[in-house]
């Protein structure tokens, strides 16, 4: 018992001696992708709680954010009323 009181000590006074070594980070800047984003605006709407479920478990399936499928969805829906005008 008497060697672990020891042990204990010994340590404590490493402690007090020793000053920590603080590990140095190093910071690397974020490349920019290449391709530019278009200006974002926000839209909210209220849609059935039954259409939402099933865009979330499309998201789930597919890896896709409710943002990507929204988005894509506004994008089919108005091409294909350019079409029909045309």
Known sequence: MT????KLGGLAD???KDTPKTPIQEVHPIRQSATVKEDEAQLNVWIPKTLLKRMKSYGIEYDASLKDISIDALKFFLEAKLKKST
């Open 3 to 6: 060697d672990y009181k020891d």
């Open 14 to 16: 490493k402690l007090k």
